[in-house]
């Protein structure tokens, strides 16, 4: 892969923990009793130039995580989560805030109760208009609309 100056590229290891979460998402929605891509009720906010999606998610509970295409802020309002990703785990006592680099895809788990809210930048109302412009459908789209892609 090309490495373009600010362009973030991952290292081997990252891109098998990345498999891993992918992975994991596919195991998850099979299951029985599985709610499915978005099992958790999300709650949308808006305000000029401003989405904000907030989740609640129940102790005891795994999900995973789309992919965003842009930086975006994430708010830990309250709750204990572990979450996972490429970059490694990371266990969180809320509260707290944090910028979310693009193109990181996490799986969460939760030990108690856990509320979460991702702040975007975006002009849209309509739902399918905001997802198309937020969420990435997969890592190979991504990658391809930031440039890495293969140079022989």
């Known amino acids: 892969m090309k490495n373009i100056p600010g ?23 099979k299951e029985d009793g599985s709610l499915g891509n978005d099992p958790f009720p999300l709650k949308h906010h808006f305000a000029p130039g401003v989405y904000a999606r907030e989740i609640l998610l129940p102790a005891g509970t795994i999900t995973v995580g789309k992919i965003h295409r842009h930086d975006h802020l994430i708010i830990f309002l309250f709750g204990d989560v572990t979450i996972s990703s490429e970059k490694g785990e990371e266990r969180i006592t809320t509260p707290g805030v944090a910028i979310s680099p693009v193109g990181i895809k996490r799986a969460l788990y939760a030990h108690k109760d856990t509320a979460i809210v991702t702040i975007h930048v975006t002009s849209k109302t309509d ?18 609309e930031n440039q890495k892609i293969e140079v022989k």
Request: a negative charge; glycine letters at 0%; hydrophobic letters at 40%.
């Open 7 to 29: 362009i973030y590229k991952p290292t081997p290891d990252e891109i098998l923990r990345r498999k891993n979460i992918v992975d994991l998402e596919s195991t998850i929605e």
């Open 127 to 144: 739902m399918a208009d905001i997802e198309r412009e937020v969420i990435a459908p997969n890592f190979n789209v991504l990658d391809f």
